[in-house]
T-cell receptor, first 113, second 110 residues
Framework: DADVTQTPRNRITKTGKRIMLECSQTKGHDRMYWYRQDPGLGLRLIYYSFDVKDINKGEISDGYSVSRQAQAKFSLSLESAIPNQTALYFC????????????FGPGTRLTVL | GENVEQHPSTLSVQEGDSAVIKCTYSDSASNYFPWYKQELGKGPQLIIDIRSNVGEKKDQRIAVTLNKTAKHFSLHITETQPEDSAVYFCAASWGNDMRFGAGTRLTVKP
């Protein structure tokens, strides 16, 4: 089984809808991350969490929120989706800190119409 | 904040040739430089990394070089194979920040 899983893998929604993307990991890591990938822009960090009680904004947090339900689970929410949030979203984990090997999930392709 | 530029955006080589991808960064405080490979439909996977106290690191056919003075680092792949075809991302990190380059699509022609 995959170490980092994401659900759903694909989602199409409409402007204004609330969307939640979920991430689970079995690597036992404390550090978890949410990234967004757009063509020509690489990956950009949205939020990160170093443990269950720790949530931090990344480079592009506006319009997003997160919840760290347990060490193994980290969810990303779009409270009111807009078309420019159409992107590929990745969850990742690392053992020590951000300057460490990050293990990525398979991604969620989100389309906002 | 940190800015990472990556070149070229696309690279096509013949099987067996070498491939070089270059990145520059803006924040001299950056001290960790990973390279990730992303295959179609998958998440990125770390292939090699280097820290600022090292100038070069090699792992079989893959090597990374770092020039701190010029603030640039490069990925070198020798004896390329078709399975090396993928998108490659460089990144630079300082503190709790990680910034990625825009990616290079490498195609290895048999």
């Amino acid at each position: 089984d995959a170490d980092v899983t994401q659900t759903p893998r694909n989602r199409i929604t409409k402007t204004g809808k609330r969307i939640m993307l979920e991430c689970s990991q079995t690597k036992g890591h404390d550090r978890m991350y949410w990234y967004r990938q757009d063509p020509g822009l690489g990956l950009r960090l949205i939020y990160y969490s170093f443990d269950v009680k720790d949530i931090n904004k990344g480079e592009i947090s506006d319009g997003y929120s997160v919840s760290r339900q347990a060490q193994a689970k980290f969810s990303l929410s779009l409270e009111s989706a807009i078309p420019n949030q159409t992107a590929l979203y990745f969850c990742a984990t690392s053992d020590r800190d951000i300057a460490d090997t990050q293990y990525f999930g398979p991604g969620t392709r989100l389309t906002v119409l | 904040g940190e800015n990472v530029e990556q070149h070229p955006s696309t690279l096509s080589v013949q099987e067996g040739d070498s491939a070089v991808i270059k990145c520059t960064y803006s924040d001299s405080a950056s001290n960790y430089f990973p390279w990730y490979k992303q295959e179609l439909g998958k998440g990125p996977q770390l292939i090699i990394d280097i820290r600022s106290n090292v100038g070069e690191k090699k792992d079989q056919r893959i090597a990374v070089t770092l020039n701190k003075t010029a603030k640039h680092f490069s990925l070198h792949i020798t004896e390329t194979q078709p399975e090396d075809s993928a998108v490659y991302f460089c990144a630079a990190s300082w503190g709790n920040d990680m910034r990625f380059g825009a990616g290079t699509r490498l195609t290895v022609k048999p």
